[in-house]
């Protein structure tokens, strides 16, 4: 299971406020899923290079950072410049039941793929029930 709450987002904003003159690029949007064994979790990278991208895991949290570089060059001057430039970085908390050390990461089409395994424990099981005999508690 992942948690979606992001308490360095929330201290930034207690830091820098709302009326602060840093700007700060919007977050990674993500989706985030369950599909067989595997939870598979993709962010939206479109225009930064595969190089520039850093998944780290320490503990319990994983961390996406990217970076989009502005455009250098003196003799443009931008009419509209909405997408933004700069580092972005997107963490992810992830519960018990995910395998850290077995996470696969893979960059296409401007979009970044983790998939994690499943706990082979935590995976759901069938349990047979007998009819006409109860259960026999041990004890």
Do not use: C, H, W
């Not at 820098?16 to 990278?45: H, N, Q, S, W, Y």
């Not at 039941?97 to 069938?126: C, F, H, M, N, W």
Request: proline share 6%; aromatic share 6%.
């Amino acid at each position: 299971m992942l948690v979606r709450t992001d308490p360095f987002r929330e201290l930034e904003r207690l830091m820098f406020g709302t009326g602060a003159t840093r700007v700060r690029p919007a977050a990674i949007p993500m989706d985030a899923f369950r599909k067989g064994d595997e939870f598979v979790v993709t962010f939206d990278l479109p225009g930064v290079s595969p190089e520039s991208i850093d998944v780290n895991v320490e503990r319990n949290v994983l961390t996406v950072r990217a970076e989009r570089p502005a455009a250098k060059d003196d003799e443009v001057r931008y009419q509209i410049a909405e997408r933004p430039t700069g580092t972005f970085t997107r963490r992810v908390y992830l519960g018990e039941t995910l395998d850290r050390d077995g996470i696969q990461a893979g960059y296409d089409a401007g979009v970044l793929t983790l998939r994690v395994p499943v706990v082979e424990k935590a995976q759901s099981r069938k349990i047979a029930v007998t009819a006409g005999a109860p259960a026999q508690i041990e004890g």
